[in-house]
């Protein structure tokens, strides 16, 4: 007993939801109490069993109003049904958007479980047969899967396209096999219910997205635009910050890519992650050109001085709304790592104070994503420094940054496994070696070997005639440059 009381305490809010649901639409028809009770016992069970399990990863268990968002747009999806069903029949039902806006805002998996649930819900306050039920289910997958993986606001569009012809194919399907004759105006509104659906969508995501701080990937590669005023006051201020940045969101793409995380999540958070670097630019490496401030304070003082950009990064983002995973980014891409540099310092110079007077505050990096960033970030200061980087370096280099990292157990709460770091470490090597093309030193037998190959095409005319050609061109290609 007492673990019932104790589970309808913890998930008080999903039972009022579930049950709003479910009333909203059926209640004001009166129906018979066994199929009023029968739908609220499937409504639940299904939420418990196929919804609850999705909303209650992070990024929900990190901020509740990932939750908040998420039973707004369910109550307001079903009761828009409710209004426009009424008025215009089952196939004017605006499923399009409350899929849409989750798939856009969430994830692929929490679109799918809520496409499940609003059709049961929908079939059953419609008095759909099975075939109905098929047809309702199938209709808000379709759309779950189409508005998954969409960058662009036109891609919404695409998707309305699609959930429009597959709307209009089961109409004409349900009435051929109930064999009724097809009303015209319910194919138009069938066709038409989905891009009407879609503009909206379109309209009311910059007003959620504001609210809630919940972005979806169209305003995220939006906001890593060199014309978002955070960016281009951190460009003007310290550009050798802003330099570091776009290096570290390009190693985090790639490998949020290749892992199957968001990568343009991970892109966008990388640009903002030393954003408060722009409070005190030269105090910072990338930025010191001459005298370095640090020469004239203590070990510990300087490390305060340098563990602000945190806490001003934070206060910036929060001041300019940026969405929650973003600020998070902040603090979690130094997690509780200790400033090595500083507590050496404070060594020689005699001074006894322990690891923890350099730690930052944390926390440690909570989703992937954040993961990804503390070792590109790490990643990308270890590479700068690289004095003549090989390919072998190179790959040595990045292994030992993330086996550190993860050694220190800073990675134990990201959800990265080993599998998965090991491909990071494969995609931040490629990535690198790309980057340092012109600077990478080949081994010497390589570079004999290419001698040879060049000394045997002079030997042959026709062979450098094309020679000369090619230089001509890069030549003419440099001076445009
Ligand atoms: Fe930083
Ligand atoms: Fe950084």
Redesign the pocket.
């Known amino acids: 007993m007492k673990k019932v009381t104790n589970f309808f305490l913890l998930n008080w809010l999903d039972f009022v939801v579930v049950l709003l649901c479910f009333f909203l639409i059926e209640l004001p028809r009166l129906p018979n109490l066994l199929i009023l009770v029968n739908g609220c016992i499937v409504s639940l069970v299904l939420w418990f069993v196929i919804v609850k399990p999705q909303i209650s990863e992070k990024p929900f268990s990190l901020h509740r109003s990932y939750s908040i968002l998420f039973y707004f747009i369910i109550l307001v999806g079903v009761f828009l049904s409710r209004i426009l069903v009424r008025q215009f029949g089952s196939y004017s039902s605006p499923f399009f958007i409350p899929i849409t806006l989750i798939a856009l805002l969430y994830s692929k998996g929490v679109a799918v479980a809520a496409s499940v649930y609003l059709a049961v819900v929908f079939s059953t306050a419609f008095g759909f047969n099975s075939l109905g039920y098929t047809l309702m289910l199938t209709t808000c997958l379709i759309t779950a899967v189409a508005s998954s993986k969409i960058e662009k606001r036109m891609q919404v569009a695409r998707s309305a396209l699609i959930v429009a012809i597959f709307s209009v194919f089961f109409y004409l399907l349900h009435v051929k096999m109930q064999g009724i004759k097809p009303d015209y105006l319910q194919i138009m509104i069938a066709f038409a219910t989905p891009f009407i659906s879609s503009v909206i969508c379109i309209g009311v995501i910059p007003f959620i997205e504001y609210a809630s701080m919940i972005y979806s990937n169209i305003d995220l590669i939006e906001l890593g635009n060199l014309n978002n005023p955070l960016l281009k006051t951190l460009s003007l201020r310290a550009p050798g910050?802003y330099y570091?940045?776009s290096m570290?969101a390009n190693l985090a793409e790639a490998a949020a890519q290749r892992i199957g995380a968001n990568a343009v999540l991970a892109r966008t958070a990388s640009y903002f992650?030393?954003v408060g670097k722009a409070k005190r630019p030269y105090f910072y490496t990338e930025n010191i050109f001459q005298e370095n401030p640090h020469d004239e304070l203590s070990p510990k003082l300087s490390h305060l001085v340098i563990q602000d950009h945190v806490k001003s990064g934070l206060e910036m983002a929060k001041r300019n709304r940026l969405p929650l995973l973003v600020q998070d980014v902040i603090p979690q891409?130094h997690g509780t790592r200790v400033q090595k540099y500083f507590y050496h310092k404070s060594k020689e110079l005699g001074e006894d104070l322990s690891e923890n007077e350099f730690r930052y505050p944390g926390p440690k990096p909570q989703f992937k994503e954040a993961g990804i960033i503390m070792l590109a970030?790490a990643v990308?200061?270890a590479a700068r420094s690289l004095k003549s980087p090989s390919a072998g370096r190179v790959q040595t280099m990045v292994e030992e940054i993330i086996s550190g990292i993860y050694n220190e157990r800073e990675l134990d709460e990201s959800g990265l496994n080993l599998k998965e770091l090991e491909a990071i470490a494969e995609e931040f090597t490629k990535v690198l070696l790309n980057m340092f093309k012109s600077r990478i030193e080949y081994p010497k037998e390589e570079i004999k070997k290419v001698i040879s190959l060049v000394q045997n095409s002079d030997n042959q005319p026709y062979k450098k005639s094309d020679k000369q050609n090619t230089s001509q061109e890069s030549d003419r290609q440099s001076s445009k440059e």
Do not use: R
Request: glycine share 0%.
């Open positions: 910050t570091h940045s570290v992650h030393d891409h970030d990308e200061a």
